[in-house]
Structures are given as C-alpha cells and as structure tokens.
C-alpha cells in the first residue's frame, strides 16, 4: 500500500508528518489521508513531490516489489513526461490503468530475462 510506504520512508528518514509535508510542499491533512489509506489514489504529480522530498522514486512507493532507489539514481521526470502523463490522462487513463500497464512492462521485461538466461 502506498501510504505504509510513505509513512516507512518518512519513519527512516526521522521526519514528523509535518516536517515532510513541508519539504513535499502538500498539506499535512493530505499526507495523512494517504499514510492511512483514506486516499488511496493520489495523483501522480503529489506522489512525485512526496518521492523527492524522500529520496526515493515514485516506481518505490507505488510497487511494493521494487527496491529502494535514491533519487539521484532515478530520472528527473522532464516536462516531455509530464506533457505524456497529462495527454494519456486526458485521453481517460487512470492511476490504475498506469499501474496495470507499468506492471505488465515490468512482467515482460521479466520474462525477457528470463527467457535469455535459458540460452
């Protein structure tokens, strides 16, 4: 779940719930809708000022199989992203279709490696 991964990050890094809203520029209420599962669906541009403002990518917070990354290592997300997000969002995607797509890639990039180290 994605608010027990913020509030894990948030609790390793030592910041209060205020201290990370603050950094992450979002209300400390809206945070705390998300920690606790209320709002279970933020956006994407929130999740990307929580992930920076914790060091660590937005893929992390929102899939509980992926390892923690430090920012650096991460791309910045570019306005060319920001305008694809914003076309696909307009065109009806939802959070949830992302995710079933990311994962899909993510299976068949999976299954790729796979198939080639059987060769």
């Known amino acids: ?11 390793q890094k030592r910041y209060s719930i205020t201290r990370l809203a603050e950094k992450a520029q979002i209300s400390k209420s809206y945070l705390s809708q998300i920690e ?10 929130m999740l990307h ?6 060091d660590t990518s937005v893929d992390y917070l929102i899939d509980e199989t992926n390892e923690h990354i430090e920012a650096e290592a ?3 997300i570019t306005e060319e992203w920001m305008e694809l997000l914003s076309k696909a969002i307009g065109q009806g995607m939802t959070k949830e279709d992302f995710i079933e797509f990311y994962q899909y890639l993510s299976f068949k990039k999976n299954l790729q490696v796979w198939e080639n180290s059987k060769h």
């Open 1 to 11: 779940m994605i608010g027990d991964r913020i509030k894990e990050m948030r609790l």
């Open 36 to 45: 606790k599962g209320s709002n279970s669906n933020p956006s994407l541009q």
């Open 49 to 54: 000022k929580i992930a920076a403002s914790l």
């Open 74 to 76: 991460t791309p910045y």
